[in-house]
């Protein structure tokens, strides 16, 4: 069984930054896509940002592309999602998410497509 646990999100001014991280446990994620999603109230949850875990190739939704950056460590199981220069508009929960991708170099942004979900951190932004 596959574990998320995400921390990290807090209430910052505009252009400040934070460091969100996602503790995954259960198994390996060698071949694995992780990915970072956020759902603000009223909207649909969506894509923020991916990794493939057998090669740390990365895919960022445009909205964030030059401001956030995803990894992981390895060793801690550990997944990041550096936010800088943050905006009121980046105002949401967060969430870490999982699916086995094997070795196809396609990164998959819809969320119905990952199997496993944190439980979310609130990240909200003021102006």
């Known amino acids: 069984q596959v574990q998320l646990v995400e921390s990290g999100g807090g209430l910052v001014q505009a252009g400040d930054s934070l460091r969100l991280s996602c503790v995954a446990s259960?198994?390996?994620?060698?071949?694995?896509?992780m990915g970072w999603f956020r759902q603000a109230p009223g909207k649909e949850r969506e894509f923020v940002a991916a990794?493939?875990?057998?090669?740390?190739?990365?895919y960022y939704a445009d909205s964030v592309k030059g401001r956030f950056t995803i990894s992981r460590d390895d060793a801690k199981k550990t997944l990041y999602l550096q936010m800088n220069s943050l905006k009121p508009e980046d105002t949401a929960v967060y969430y870490c998410?999982?699916?086995?991708?094997?070795?196809?170099?396609?990164?998959?942004?819809?969320?119905?497509?990952?199997?496993?979900w944190g439980q979310g951190t609130q990240v909200t932004v003021s102006s």
């Open positions: 998410a999982a699916r086995w991708s094997g070795t196809t170099t396609v990164v998959v942004t819809a969320p119905a497509e990952y199997n496993y």
């Open positions: 259960g198994r390996t994620f060698r071949m694995y896509t």
């Open positions: 990794i493939k875990w057998i090669n740390s190739n990365t």
